[in-house]
């Protein structure tokens, strides 16, 4: 069955540090753009950060997380990673990674309707 399967959520304080996991089973990652989307409690879903397929790999993060978060690939172990520092309490959610799975999809876009392959998210909460 294919699919993505994240880890490392959990409660941490602000200011503290995660680091969470994106692997997948049955499905080679580093054919697609992969992007971190996340969802807080009456908020629409959003895009965080984004790491294309392309031939020179590029990143981009939304501006709320600018600087504080690292997205990575390691495809020998078909994860991507997505570093967060310095956590604030707004970045509480349900984090998901998906795969781009229409158009151009090695590029990064974070319109979730470009997306069809998703994990079922890990929860991050941030609070002292």
């Known amino acids: 069955q294919v699919q993505l399967v994240e880890s490392g959520g959990g409660l941490v304080q602000p200011g503290g540090s995660l680091r969470l996991s994106c692997a997948g089973s049955?499905?080679?990652?580093?054919?697609?753009?992969i992007t971190w989307f996340r969802q807080a409690p009456g908020k629409e879903r959003e895009g965080v950060s984004c790491?294309?397929?392309?031939?020179?790999?590029?990143?981009y993060h939304a501006d709320s997380v600018k600087g504080r978060f690292t997205i990575s690939r390691d495809n020998a172990k078909n994860t991507v990673y997505l570093e967060m520092k310095d956590l604030q309490p707004e970045d509480t959610a349900v984090y998901f990674c998906?795969?781009?799975?229409?158009?151009?999809?090695?590029?990064?876009?974070?319109?979730?309707?470009?997306?069809?392959?998703w994990g079922q998210g890990t929860q991050v909460t941030v609070s002292s």
């Open positions: 790491i294309s397929a392309n031939k020179e790999i590029e990143t």
């Open positions: 049955e499905f080679t990652l580093d054919y697609y753009a």
């Open positions: 998906a795969a781009r799975s229409f158009g151009m999809f090695r590029s990064c876009v974070f319109r979730s309707a470009e997306y069809a392959t």
